[in-house]
């Protein structure tokens, strides 16, 4: 068949480029399988009928890669690009046509430089595997990304990266200074070769549009040798609503050292009977000592009544396993874990808030939330450092004026077409309510927090047209920028997904 046809010239193309077939894996292998269950962080698809990839390969080197896509570009196969594979929507993993996985699980090499207050980082590296490597080297450094340790860096700095020190110190892409990319037509670039428009669209113009990210500079960032940690949680009554509107009227003006996240949530499985399941949680860092964390809330946000007890102070590395659920002493080793601790199914989708939502309108919310459970509202805080960064600095638009991003989850444990529809339309629902409450012009969301009922490209030709409606959402007037330098540098369009940035020759 011409797809065996295509395989077959493929495996030759690869063993003529210096042999390049060591690490490919076809389809029937056992690697093949293993790797293939491995990278989905969101099993919605396994074992559906969706189309799997003609080979996976997993490079120990950029000539690898370069080689990979030099022919499939030759020989008609698309390439997914999974560093991390957490996409919440599957794509570095699911395609539509004869396609193959770039998995980056060995590219994982880490060197920091403690003195220079960099790191270079390899794509493939875990936020969890990063962050650890920064504790063993420093008390004092750290690094401004998300909570989930077992996020790649491929990713996540492809997209932004919100975490506990955004208010501090902004996302992870605003901290990126170098990069290695494998272009379309298998070039090996640096910052300096790429150029600045390119290296502007992979800090945050969202992954699988531009090439393949090998490796990242970053700065280090400092952080105070012991850190306050506290966890406030209130049910969703009177006072708590009180509560919450007044963390939306201080959020973006607290100090740039203090992240106060809301959790609103309902976990209280099935059958399980709780007049009042739903909690809302005050989760947060405070990037100094417990004294001084207590006055700085005395003095902002008394109301929330923090008290000594409630605080933990600890090591900024220590706050990383805190932020993720671990609070009973384990070691700093399960940050090197590759599979999120709480793997299952969901759907999630997001908006940003400019403006405090009214206290009676948090009834509806908790309202749907008493429907359903394991539902969650995440609300994390911006203002500080992400208000002096300009909204066109780089492709993420979300900057001054924005008082906190929301994310919308829901998981469930069965994978049938029924529980999953029951959930996808009660988050569905939880958004169309949420409409008159947030940023509107145009209705914002964050690419890290993939949605394809945003939109999506049609799988030959990409329309900007069609593209914009959903390509603003997730970067405003950047998305303009980030067509142009599409056309510059991938005109072809061969880097493409459902989401990706398509170049302006198809501007129609
Ligand atoms: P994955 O490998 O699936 O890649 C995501 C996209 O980028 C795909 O389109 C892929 O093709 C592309 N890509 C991957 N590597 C690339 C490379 N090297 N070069 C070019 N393109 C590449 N976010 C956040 O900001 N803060 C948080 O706290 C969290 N927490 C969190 C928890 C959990 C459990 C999940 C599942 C997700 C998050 N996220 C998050 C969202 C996360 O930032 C987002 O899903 C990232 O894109 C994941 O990066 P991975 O490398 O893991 O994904």
Redesign the pocket.
Known sequence: SSDEKIQENFVECMASHSNATNNLHIRGSPMYTYLLEA?E??PRWLNTTTLKPSFIITPNHAWEIQATVVCSKEHGLLV?????????E????LCNAAFII?D?TN?RSLAIDIEKETAWIQ??V??GELYYSIGMKSKVHGFP????P??????????????TLIRKYG??SDNVIDAY?VDVNGRFLDRKSMGEDLFWA?RGG?????????AWKVKLVRVPKRVTVFTVHKKMDQEGKELVFRWQNLVNKMPHELFIRVVIQNVVGGGQKNEDPIEILFNSLFLGSKKKALAVMKRTFPELGLEDEDCEEISWIESVLY?YGYKNGEKLEVLLGRT?Q??GF?K?KSDFVQKPIPIDSLDGIKERFLKKSIVFMIM?PFGGRMDEISESESPFPHRKGNLYNI?YLVKWNENSDMVTKDHIDWVKELYDYMEPYVCRSPRSA?????DLDLGSNKHERTSYLQAKSWGEKYFKGNFKRLVLVKSMVDPGNF?R?E??VPPISELK
């Open positions: 990278a962080q969101n997914r690009v999974k560093s991390g594979g957490h996409d919440y599957g794509l570095s993993y770039i980056l590219f794509s493939g875990t936020l990304a998300g909570l989930c077992s996020v790649g860096v491929g990713g996540h700095f492809s997209g932004g990266g919100i975490g996302l992870a990319l992979i969202g992954g699988g549009s531009f090439g393949v990210v090998t932020f999120d709480y793997k969901f999630a994390d994310q964050y690419i890290n927090y993939r880097f997904n989401q990706s």
